[in-house]
């Protein structure tokens, strides 16, 4: 099953098993079953704590982790590979008694829940947002025996999609009940299981003392502007309702330059590293509510704390837009979806639409034709705004159709999941019906500015107005990144608008502080410093 080199990686990484490790197979005659058996045997063969056995289960293929001295028990129903073989070697370790990357006050949390929590989340192997959920979910069943956790490919499980209705994935039931749909963290799913966690973790939050810099948003824009400011010696935060942004829905990266070529997840998890190399106080899961100006700027949270500053950089980043018409929201997840990495697979062999004619709608059909039966493309301009090389490939492609002038009226569904749509030709006023399975929105994003739209200045867009140095309307407060008025939103512009805002902001406390704390510089040495890629780079 598993090449001579995957077995040598997957070699060192089960030396670091320190307990037996028990596997569990219900394997039949399918291709699929022996193809998993025989990595269960791989695996086997690997470690002397490594045991198997096969018994039968109501999901085959299938495959059970069990650690026998605490009793933790994670399933694979489906084939592990892709995306998710991280998540299998991670099940792996942790159940075999490797240590948990997760705070001490988390793992006491999870070791503490009262009650049972039998979690099963349903995945496509391609999507990269999964398999950072299933592992949320494998950690907690590892440590709290508890939590069990099945991973289900459903692909393979096409039957249990159809009776629960599931059309985006990652989707997670919990006791037989829907949990959640998309990305969501350890600590995320804590709070939904612990009610009492939020307002323990906004009282840490209000004993914080003030930050030189703080942080909105843990993106591209704000990693950077976190490593620059923390560079400088500064008390440095980071809020961010999830770190990595938009990038960790981000499939491919082949423009980041002196990187070939890498994967958003990757490349998020590469980025939190590096600000952790330094002293940057991070707090995930955390939504900014409003930003008052005073002796200090105060930033207040949806949990109700109240975090202190001398200045604030704002990288709050984009989200996916949507159309805005009847439907939509009614069934978002139901067949309406924004990632056709993840969700492509759960429509193989239907009809979708794509809304969106630029880079992102034509790539998101050209991919999606591999998988469904037929993609229409609904463009609301008289003609395509994509690179002409991807719809050269959309044009030369059997199973795409694309339609110009076209405005999206209404999402059709039959209250339980989307049959159709509807369009006016903008050309003509007519109305047409096309009926379908899916619709993937494609049509750019909206910054995340609702909760500063009282507070500084923003384009007609929404955007973030700053100036060369990053600084934004109120003096003290920056800005960097997508959620700005920069002329492109790319990953690699948004890193350096990052290090600029966030030397704008070291700038302003050398000039406008008392005391620059933790900052040694002098004023003389200032621009030198700003200008310096030894010393700031």
Same mark, same amino acid.
């Given at each position: 099953?598993?090449?001579?080199?995957?077995?040598?990686?997957?070699?060192?990484?089960?030396?670091?098993?320190?307990?037996?490790?028990?596997?569990?197979?219900?394997?039949?005659?399918?291709?699929?079953?022996?193809?998993?058996?025989?990595?269960?045997?791989?695996?086997?063969?690997?470690?002397?704590?490594?045991?198997?056995q096969q018994q039968t289960s109501d999901r085959t293929p299938s495959m059970s982790i069990k650690n026998p001295q605490n009793g933790s028990n994670?399933?694979?129903?489906?084939?592990?590979?892709?995306?998710?073989?991280?998540?299998?070697?991670?099940?792996?370790?942790?159940?075999?008694?490797?240590?948990?990357?997760?705070?001490?006050?988390?793992?006491?949390?999870?070791?503490?829940?009262?009650?049972?929590?039998?979690?099963?989340?349903?995945?496509?192997?391609?999507?990269?947002?999964?398999?950072?959920?299933?592992?949320?979910?494998?950690?907690?069943?590892?440590?709290?025996?508890?939590?069990?956790?099945?991973?289900?490919?459903?692909?393979?499980?096409?039957?249990?999609?159809?009776?629960?209705?599931?059309?985006?994935?990652?989707?997670?039931?919990?006791?037989?009940?829907?949990?959640?749909?998309?990305?969501?963290?350890?600590?995320?799913?804590?709070?939904?299981?612990?009610?009492?966690?939020?307002?323990?973790?906004?009282?840490?939050?209000?004993?914080?003392?003030?930050?030189? $810099?703080? =942080?909105? *948003? +843990? @993106?591209?824009? /704000?990693?950077? #502007? %976190? &490593?620059?400011? !923390?560079?400088?010696?500064?008390?440095?935060?980071?809020?961010?309702?999830?770190?990595g942004g938009q990038v960790a829905e981000t499939v491919g990266i082949e423009n980041f330059i002196s990187v070939s070529k890498t994967e958003g997840?990757?490349?998020?998890?590469?980025?939190?590293?590096?600000?952790?190399?330094?002293?940057?106080?991070?707090m995930d899961n955390q939504r900014a509510l409003s930003l008052k100006s005073g002796k200090q700027f105060e930033l207040e949270l949806e949990s109700?704390?109240?975090?202190?500053?001398?200045?604030?950089?704002?990288?709050?980043?984009?989200?996916?837009?949507?159309?805005?018409?009847?439907?939509?929201?009614?069934?978002?997840?139901?067949?309406?979806?924004?990632?056709?990495?993840?969700?492509?697979?759960?429509?193989?062999?239907?009809? $979708?639409? =794509?809304? *969106? +004619? @630029?880079?992102? /709608?034509?790539? #998101? %059909? &050209?991919?999606? !034709?591999?998988?469904?039966?037929?993609?229409?493309?609904?463009?609301?301009?008289?003609?395509?705004?994509?690179?002409?090389?991807?719809?050269?490939?959309?044009?030369?492609?059997?199973?795409?159709?694309?339609?110009?002038?076209?405005?999206?009226?209404?999402?059709?569904?039959?209250?339980?999941?989307?049959?159709?749509?509807?369009?006016?030709?903008?050309?003509?006023?007519?109305?047409?019906?096309?009926?379908?399975?899916?619709?993937?929105?494609?049509?750019?994003?909206?910054?995340?500015?609702?909760?500063?739209?009282?507070?500084?200045?923003?384009?007609?867009?929404?955007?973030?107005?700053?100036?060369?140095?990053?600084?934004?309307?109120?003096?003290?407060?920056?800005?960097?990144?997508?959620?700005?008025?920069?002329?492109?939103?790319?990953?690699?512009?948004?890193? +350096?608008?990052?290090?600029?805002?966030?030397?704008?902001?070291?700038?302003?406390?050398?000039?406008?502080?008392?005391?620059?704390?933790?900052?040694?510089?002098?004023?003389?040495?200032?621009?030198?410093?700003?200008?310096?890629?030894?010393?700031?780079?």
């Amino acid at each position: 099953m598993l090449d001579t080199n995957i077995k040598n990686q997957l070699n060192t990484y089960l030396q670091n098993l320190k307990r037996p490790v028990e596997l569990v197979v219900s394997a039949d005659a399918s291709s699929k079953s022996q193809e998993l058996l025989s990595l269960a045997q791989d695996i086997e063969g690997l470690s002397s704590l490594v045991s198997l056995q096969q018994q039968t289960s109501d999901r085959t293929p299938s495959m059970s982790i069990k650690n026998p001295q605490n009793g933790s028990n994670i399933t694979f129903a489906g084939l592990p590979m892709g995306h998710e073989f991280t998540s299998l070697v991670l099940a792996l370790l942790h159940s075999g008694g490797h240590p948990i990357k997760l705070d001490a006050d988390v793992i006491e949390q999870i070791q503490n829940l009262p009650g049972e929590f039998h979690f099963e989340t349903y995945v496509s192997l391609s999507c990269q947002t999964c398999p950072e959920v299933v592992q949320a979910l494998n950690m907690m069943a590892a440590i709290n025996p508890n939590i069990t956790n099945v991973m289900i490919d459903g692909a393979l499980f096409q039957d249990e999609i159809n009776d629960r209705n599931i059309m985006s994935v990652p989707t997670v039931y919990m006791n037989g009940e829907p949990f959640s749909v998309g990305a969501i963290s350890v600590v995320e799913i804590l709070n939904k299981l612990d009610v009492n966690a939020a307002a323990r973790k906004a009282e840490q939050l209000n004993n914080k003392e003030s930050f030189d $810099v703080l =942080v909105v *948003g +843990g @993106g591209p824009a /704000g990693a950077s #502007a %976190a &490593i620059y400011a !923390a560079r400088k010696g500064l008390r440095t935060g980071v809020v961010a309702d999830k770190f990595g942004g938009q990038v960790a829905e981000t499939v491919g990266i082949e423009n980041f330059i002196s990187v070939s070529k890498t994967e958003g997840p990757k490349l998020v998890a590469n980025l939190e590293a590096h600000v952790k190399d330094y002293d940057v106080d991070i707090m995930d899961n955390q939504r900014a509510l409003s930003l008052k100006s005073g002796k200090q700027f105060e930033l207040e949270l949806e949990s109700g704390a109240k975090l202190t500053s001398k200045t604030i950089l704002l990288a709050t980043g984009a989200r996916w837009r949507e159309m805005n018409v009847p439907g939509e929201q009614e069934y978002r997840g139901s067949g309406v979806a924004y990632c056709p990495h993840c969700d492509g697979p759960l429509f193989k062999g239907k009809r $979708v639409a =794509v809304i *969106g +004619g @630029g880079n992102s /709608g034509i790539e #998101a %059909a &050209i991919d999606l !034709a591999g998988i469904v039966e037929h993609v229409t493309v609904l463009e609301f301009d008289a003609s395509l705004r994509a690179d002409e090389v991807l719809q050269r490939k959309a044009n030369s492609m059997g199973n795409i159709d694309i339609i110009t002038q076209a405005m999206t009226t209404e999402v059709l569904g039959d209250g339980k999941r989307v049959t159709g749509l509807t369009y006016t030709d903008r050309s003509t006023n007519e109305s047409h019906h096309v009926e379908l399975a899916g619709i993937f929105v494609q049509i750019g994003l909206v910054p995340n500015t609702e909760w500063l739209t009282d507070t500084v200045d923003l384009t007609s867009r929404g955007e973030i107005i700053v100036d060369g140095k990053g600084e934004t309307s109120i003096p003290g407060v920056f800005a960097a990144g997508d959620v700005t008025n920069s002329a492109y939103k790319q990953i690699i512009i948004a890193m +350096g608008s990052g290090a600029t805002a966030s030397l704008g902001a070291f700038d302003y406390l050398i000039r406008h502080s008392d005391e620059a704390d933790n900052a040694t510089d002098d004023d003389d040495t200032v621009e030198k410093a700003l200008n310096s890629d030894t010393v700031a780079a």
